[in-house]
Each structure stands twice: as structure tokens, then as C-alpha cells.
């Protein structure tokens, strides 16, 4: 073989912070621009918030009596009147996690089945940042969602937001780190195992009978309730009502935002973590590029 | 800098088996294979291992064009998947630009392009453009080099009027071009092509080929597989032939075909083909790597043999194929292309 080609031996890539960042934010932009691309969001975002909690506030009406004479055992145990505002909430934070279970989860899988997952893995990009970077845009949408829910709540149901709008986006930014470090491990196991339909039942049904999303867990059976403070959705739900729904203001509020701070670093160290185990598997057995 | 641009030495890469799937190479290894721990109720089956890649040892230099060709299942795509860091070896050593494969990875990923899903390996939800801005964040481009790398790269492959369109309205040529300016976007010292000219029309097929040739002598060093000889012969300054999970020949395309220079190849277009003829054409003497393909979907057969001499073998084949049916439409002896040397070295054609 002859040749009189100066041959190549470095690329045109610079790593460094800004460029790592850069990568970041590439796969940011790139998970947003897909995602409107497919329409049918637009219809989920109005119709989500009404229906699903409408089933459950029909029932309370139904289950309150005539002229809601039932609705003092409710006050006793919930300290709240407003029991529609009461069940939108829990519901909402329940489409929450079971969205980011559902979009999180399979982000990788998707890609995975796309094709794509490979050609971003062969990439010198710090891997992380794929599930980081498809976290944003979904929180974006969500945070859209939160925001449409309220309205509607409002206009549709009726709802009375007494409380305070800078403790609820507090409570909010509280539960961010344990509902995505959750759906960045549960992204992991579904690239190894490849399905996870099973769990993602399972969890979401954890968290529609344990943390009280349409009532208050203190009617739980006592053998219930400490499987629910071991969940930080029931944390969640129980700030967000307190924030948004009464006038109690931060101190009803300081103890959940505690235990949510812990129960984030938990969630996200525990998503990092079992990322990279898959991640060190997947170089071992190849499972990144199967379908 | 090293000498080569990939090195492998003894690469080993070992699958466990799947359960059931009679695979008597892999059976035969759970001897081997390390025990599995044991449960309280009993010891577990030792785990069953496939070695998909059995001591491969390769060295490209750098700047040349090498192919790598294998039946399916020889182990190929493993090779190529562990020298891109999407795997690591069981055993073995990999130098990738110097780099080591699993002590370096990214190091070793920052030197390569890849084109390995084809069309696959691109968002079809977004444009051409999109892709490869997106892509360019990926590899670390400074943004002022990649936007300028961008439009060379779309103008060179002739994207220019369709660039911001989205990828799922392009032609299975066009998703390609962008799959393989994808890898060239950081001039990555390495290329590493897996099929890239898999499902393509003649025209494009060709066009690619001529693209390799072109990135050859802009200095790439250029890892290539492919199931098409033709290609692997016209583009491939040394070829590395792969079965069973090791390299069995590896010479330049010439020098391979010069093993088989002794021997003639007696090509055969018929009809009416039946499986006993070829145990009457296997047992002529002096013929041997017997392989048919039917062509198209009418009765017509090529059947291709080796011959140490044609002319002694020729009077019997025609004896045997006369009558039952069977009759000869063409016959050609043939100087050995690469296909013949694969059958010669491997029993199988490269399609098998």
C-alpha cells in the first residue's frame, strides 16, 4: 500500500466544561423539538387534567349526601372544605409521576428501539447527560401541564387556590429531585430488562392507594400507614394541598420540604447510581444495542 | 502516536448462551465457563457461554482502507462493537488512535466516526441539518468550526436544497449520507463503516463508494465491513477475512486471490436444479466448495465449483446434469474473484 495522504490522527472536538455543558443542552433542545413534533400533546395537556380527576370528584358528591352533609367528616379529617380542590391535587401529582415513569422511563428504552440510543452512545458526551437532558423538556411540558391543570381547576371545578402560589412552586421544586431520580432509575432497569409495563403498574398503584391521592391517609388501616411515609408522594400531595389550598402558609409546610430534601438526595444518588451499573452492564453484555 | 491506528491483540469476547437454543459450540464450552454462585435450595446450572469473538489479532495502519468480511454470525459486528467501546472484551487488549479501548473509551470514541445502523442512527423527527448540529454538541465541535463544518459537510453531500427538511421524508440514500456525514463531522482520524452501502440503490451505493475513496485520501484511516465483495475488493487495500469469531486469512485483496490462482472456477447457469445433483457434482473428482444461488424468481440456477482442472472435470459435470429435467442454459470458466476465496476459506458464501 502506498500512500502520500498525510494521515489524520486528532479530531475537531475540544472537550472541556463549556463544551460538556453544550452537549447538554444539544440534548435538551433536541428532546423538546421532537416532542413538538408530535401533535397529540396539545390535546393531552386540556383534556388530562379534567378527566382524570373528574371520576373521583363525581363519587365524592355522590358519597357526600344530600346538601354534602358528609363533608364534616372530610373537614375533621383533612382540615380542608374544599374537596374537589383536594382530589384535583392528588390526582395531578399522580399523572405526574406516572407521566414521568411513562416518558422518563422509556426515554432511553425509545431511543433504544429508535436506533439512535447507539450513535449517542458513541459519542465522547458524559452519558448522564442523555437521560438529564430528555428530563428537561419533559419537566417543561409538565410544569405547562401543572400550570393548565390549575386553570381549569379553576374555571371547570371551581377550585379556590387560597394559599400561596411561591410555597406551591417551593413544594414543587422540593419534589423535582424524588420524582425524576425515580424515573432515571426506573429508565435503567427498562434498558436492561426491556419491558417494565409490570412496574410501572405497580408503582403507580403504590402510590394511588398509599399516599392518599383522593383521601386523607389517616383513614388508612394502621398496618397502611407507614408504608405511606416511606413514599414521598404522600409528602408531596400533602404540601402542595397545604401550600396551594390554605392559608397555614410555611410552617405547615416545613416538615414535608424536609423530608422531600432527603428523600431527593435518596431518589437522585439512587437514579446515578443504578445508571451507571446499567451503563458498566450494558458495555459487558451489549444490551444497549438490542431490541 | 502509535505506529497503527487499531491494534487488537487475542480479542476474546465470550455471550452467555440463551437457554434452549441447542447451540453446540456454546454447549460445548459451559465446561469452561465459570460456576455460577450457589442458592439454598439447590446449585444453579453453570452458566453457558457463546464466544462470539475467539483471539482476533488485527493491526490497520493508519491510512489505509480495511475490510473486514464474515458470514453472518462470524463475530464481525462484535469486533467492530468492542473497537468502538460499545463493548468490552472478555479478554484481549485494543488500541483504538492509541488509545486503549476500556482504560481510554472516551479517548478512543473522540478518534472515531461511525456509521453502524445506517439510516437507523439518525432522529428521522428531525432535519438533516438538526441532526448534524445536534451531533456536533455530542463530539465536543466548538460551535463557530461546527456550524462551518455543517454546510460543508451538506454541501458535499449534495443535501444542500433538502437540509431543512425532516429526515423521515428523505430516501434511504439521503438518511445515509447524513448517517455518514454524521461521523465525519469531528475529521475523526478513524471511520468505522458497517455496511454503508447496505440497502442503497446502485447509484447511491456507487456514490458512496466513491466517498470513501475520496475520504482515503483526505488522511481517514477506514475500518470497513461489508457483504459485498466487489466492494470490499475495489475499496480494500488489505482484507481481513472472519469465521467463527477468528480472522482465517488476511492479506491484500490480490494476494488473497493469488491462494486460489491454482484453481479454476466453472460457473453454471441451468434449470430444473434438484438437491441430488449437487451430491453428483460434489463427488467428481477434482471439484470442491460447491455453492448455488437461484436467481430471481424464475427456475434459473447459478451454481459455482472450484476445479483443480477443468478440463478433465467438464465431460462428467455435463454427463451429470443431462436429463431428470435439468438443463444447462450457460457455463463460463472464470478467473477466482474474491467471493471464490471466501468460499474456498470459509465453505460459505458471504450472503450464508
Redesign the interface.
Known sequence: ?T?Q????????????FL??L??L???M??EW??FL??PSWFISLFIWPIIFPLSYIITARALSGRDGIGMTQFLAATGLHDYTGYIAIGTTIWMWQNVVLWNIGFSLRNEQL???L????????WRFAYLLGSGAPQLLSMLMFLTVSAVEFVLVFGVQFQGSLWLTLLVLLAAIPSVYGLGFAFASLVITAKEANAFVFLVRGLVMIFCGITYPISILPDWMRPIANWLPQTYIIHAIRSASLSTAGLPAITGDLKILALFGIFWLSFGYLVFNWMERRA????A??QY | ?TEF?IEAKQLVKK??ARPGTGDKKAESESSRAPKRRRFPFGKKEPKTMFTAVNGVDLQI????IFGLLGPNGAGKS?TI?ML?????PTSGTAQV?GFDIVKQA??V??????V??GE???????TGR?NL???A???????A?AKK?VDELIERMELKERANE?VEKYSTGMRQRIAIS?AL?????ILLLDEPTLGLDPQAARRVRELIAEL??????ILLTTHYMEEADLLS??IGIIDTGKVIALD?PEGLKRRIDQKEIIRLELTGWHDDLADKLKSIAGIENLTTHQQGEADLWEVNMHAQNSRTALPRIVESISGNGTRLVNMNIVKPSLEDVFIHLTGKALRD
Open positions: 500500500m500512500t495522504t498525510i494521515a489524520l490522527t486528532r479530531s475537531l472536538g475540544r472537550p472541556n463544551s460538556g453544550r452537549a443542552g444539544a440534548v433542545k433536541r423539538m421532537i413534533r408530535y429508535r436506533g439512535t447507539e450513535s449517542n452512545w458513541l459519542s465522547p458526551t458495555r459487558r453484555t451489549g444497549i444495542g | 502516536m491506528a455471550f452467555p495502519e493508519r491510512g489505509e462484535t462493537r468502538c467501546t460499545l463493548l468490552e488512535n472516551n479517548d470514541r473522540r478518534s472515531l466516526g461511525t453502524l445502523a437507523r442512527s439518525i432522529y428521522w423527527k428531525l438538526e448540529e445536534y451531533f454538541a455530542l463530539y465536543h465541535i466548538p460551535q468550526i463544518r425532516l454524521k463531522l469531528a475529521r475523526p482520524p482515503k485520501q483526505e488522511g481517514h484511516t487495500d488489505r491484500t
